[in-house]
């Protein structure tokens, strides 16, 4: 009984940073959106400098849910929780990593006339917003149903993902002076797509973690 009680105070203290870094996360792509729609540098400098503090998380509760798998040695739905948590930091990360690609984007584009296109930029990143703490919800109250939920919004980020491709395309055809900043507003928003497509990651993950069956969510 003793070790089991141990064995939850110390995933306990995984789901807690686990929900620390899900937050930061969010911060970030939300001050990366506000950095490019408002050309506000030192902002996304911010978002930049901020990216290690998601780093050090990861790295904090991976190595806790090591120990926890070495030392306890859980099987069944213990263990698939443990698998999950490996998986939800490592997309966390990832998304993280957007983030920052999308602060960039806004320090590159900074000065310059924006293109209409950054609203729905900015779309993209607060829907994602709601998917990172939806996914990270989900995991903690262990909800399938509430992951499957999370993972269909991909479905609008595609969308918004789509619609600019054809209107970068379209400016690189029209206005060949502004094929640089057009192909640069289109890496920034497969950065975005990409992004969304880690949540829905996370949201497989803790459908497998509740119901042990692998699914694709959102093909």
Request: proline fraction near 2%.
């Amino acid at each position: 009984m003793q070790t089991r009680i141990h064995f939850l105070e110390e995933l306990s203290r995984l789901n807690h940073d686990i929900l620390a870094m899900g937050t930061k996360v969010e911060e970030n792509l939300r001050k990366a959106a506000e950095a490019l729609k408002s050309q506000n540098v030192e902002l996304a400098r911010e978002v930049k400098a901020s990216d290690e503090v998601v780093n050090a998380l990861q790295l904090k509760i991976e190595d806790q849910a090591a120990v926890l798998i070495a030392t306890q040695q859980p099987v069944a739905r213990d263990l698939r929780e443990l698998v999950t948590v490996f998986k939800i930091t490592d997309n966390l990360e990832r998304a993280g990593d957007h983030a920052v690609h999308l602060a960039k984007a806004a320090i590159k584009l900074a000065g310059e006339p924006p293109f209409h296109q950054i609203d729905r930029l900015c779309r993209m990143a607060d829907i994602e917003c709601a998917m990172v703490r939806g996914a990270v919800d989900a995991y903690l109250n262990q909800d399938a149903d509430a992951a499957r939920k999370v993972a269909a919004e991909d479905d609008r980020v595609d969308a918004e993902h789509k619609q600019i491709f054809r209107e970068a395309i379209e400016i690189m055809r029209e206005q060949p002076d502004q094929i640089e900043r057009a192909s640069r507003l289109l890496t920034t928003s497969g950065f975005l797509e990409r992004l969304g497509d880690h949540m829905t990651n996370i949201c497989e993950a803790v459908v497998f973690m509740v119901e042990g069956s692998h699914v694709e969510l959102n093909d």
